[in-house]
Structures are given as C-alpha cells and as structure tokens.
Nanobody, 122 residues
Framework: QVQLVESGGGLVQAGGSLRLSCAASGLTFSSYAMGWFRQAPGKEREFVTGINWSGGNTNYADSVKGRFSISRDNAKKKVYLQMNSLTPEDTAVYYC???????????????WGQGTQVTVSS
C-alpha cells in the first residue's frame, strides 16, 4: 500500500530553519506531483507548496514565498521542504501528499502522510 512518511519536524526558535523530508513507497513516485500542507490548531489544513513530477515546476503559498523551498529526488523517492526564517505563525503539523495531477487543494491529493509537528518559539 502507499505510504508517505514525514520526518524532520521539531522545535526551533524564530528565525531558525528546519528541513522536512517525506519518504514515499508503494507508488510510482516519479509519476506523482507532491505537495506540502500544514494545519495549525483550530485552523483548516492549508496548502504550503507543490512540485510537479520532474521537479521543474513549483508553486508556493504567498505566506511562505522566499522562505520555503520544495525539492524532490525521484531516485530516492523523497520530497523535501526547506524552511528558513521561521516564525511562530509557521507552527503547525506539516503533511506531505501525492497527487496524480498536482494542485493546491486538499481534494486534489490522493495520498497523505501522517504529519510531523513543527513548533516555532518566539
């Protein structure tokens, strides 16, 4: 079965950086667009960034543009999220997700990981 497993979350001070990883199995990884979403307490899950199957096309939520960077390694079946200049507003559970077609809506993604907590202290 398809599994997406996130790692790399944790506690960091404001202004710091974290790198999240997502390891995929059970799917033809290079055929899927990948995305990162996040959900803060009391809020809906929101799109953070996405990358197409080849890595040649990316898009970002306005709130993270210039601070976050998504990348993928199809040989390793992994997608990464580099997060810089973190603020307390970035505190959330971060999820990776796989989509046949890509997009920025939850409903466009077929498979989801279990999430990893990112907490940014002020």
């Amino acid at each position: 079965q398809v599994q997406l497993v996130e790692s790399g979350g944790g506690l960091v001070q404001a202004g710091g950086s974290l790198r999240l990883s997502c390891a995929a199995s059970g799917l033809t990884f290079s055929s899927y667009a990948m995305g990162w979403f996040r959900q803060a307490p009391g809020k809906e899950r929101e799109f953070v960034t996405g990358i197409n199957w080849s890595g040649g096309n990316t898009n970002y939520a306005d709130s993270v543009k210039g601070r976050f960077s998504i990348s993928r390694d199809n040989a390793k079946k992994k997608v990464y999220l580099q997060m810089n200049s973190l603020t307390p507003e970035d505190t959330a559970v971060y999820y990776c997700a796989a989509s046949k077609w890509g997009g920025s809506y939850n409903s466009e993604y077929d498979y989801w990981g279990q999430g990893t907590q990112v907490t940014v202290s002020s």
